[in-house]
């Protein structure tokens, strides 16, 4: 069955630094897109970044880059040179296979990370 | 903008009460879910529908409904609230495709008393 795991309820970092978010999944398939998506305490929920399973270079979106380990099956959020504006709540989420007529594909989001950025 | 419109924002209704939560999106997309958000248990799917004409229950269906009334609106209705149900509700939206994720919409805050 899908899984997603974030072991990390909760990480601090210094503001300005390098902080890494775990998030490891559980597959059979070989087609899949991992996504990891920020959460502010306003609520809503903000696209940061996508990988494909057949991508062979790292995902990188400004400040954030996702460190993909198939064999391993991790996909870590690194955020680089924290800002306070970071604070917030990180969800990495999975989506499986192609679509195909009698099947149906679904986002899985693990638990979340609690990040705070210190001054 | 385009993106997934969701409304209310907030909302508070008394147990046995019903109301229908909306959810409009305008980038042509043909899948539409809606989540349950929940301290501790992350989103839980409660319905989704992978095209206009279709739903199908998720993760945690008990106690709603759901009406794809065109390809860009999905509603969510309670027919019966119970405070088990009190839950932030999230509306999204996709392509289809594992290579793509969901655009959400802001969020209902629901609570029931």
């Known amino acids: 069955a899908q899984k997603i795991t974030q072991t990390q309820p909760g990480m601090f970092v210094q503001e300005k630094e390098a902080v890494t978010l775990d998030c490891t999944y559980d597959?059979?398939?070989?087609?899949?897109?991992l996504f990891w998506y920020k959460q502010p305490s306003s609520g809503e929920m903000i696209f940061l970044i996508y990988q494909g399973s057949y991508d062979e270079q790292n995902a990188t979106e400004g400040r954030y880059s996702l460190n993909f380990q198939k064999a391993r099956k991790s996909a870590n959020l690194v955020i680089s040179a924290s800002q306070l504006g970071d604070s917030a709540m990180y969800f990495c989420?999975?989506?499986?296979?192609?679509?195909?007529?009698?099947?149906?594909?679904?986002?899985?989001f693990g638990p979340g990370t609690s990040l705070s950025v210190i001054p | 903008n385009a993106g997934v419109t969701q409304t209310p924002k907030f909302q508070v209704l008394k147990t046995g009460q019903s109301m229908t939560l909306q959810c409009a999106q305008d980038m042509n997309h043909n899948s539409m879910y809606w989540y349950r958000q929940d301290p501790g248990m992350g989103l839980r799917l409660i319905y989704y529908s992978a095209s206009e004409g279709t739903t199908d229950k998720g993760e945690v269906p008990n106690g709603y409904n759901v009406s794809r009334l065109n390809k860009r609106e999905f509603s969510l209705r309670l027919e019966s609230a119970a405070p088990s149900q009190t839950s932030v509700y999230f509306c999204?939206?996709?392509?289809?495709?594992?290579?793509?994720?969901?655009?959400f919409g802001s969020g209902t805050r629901l609570t029931v008393v």
């Open positions: 999204a939206s996709s392509e289809d495709g594992f290579n793509y994720g969901y655009t």
């Open positions: 989420a999975m989506r499986e296979g192609p679509v195909m007529k009698t099947s149906y594909d679904k986002v899985i």
């Open positions: 597959t059979s398939d070989q087609s899949y897109g």
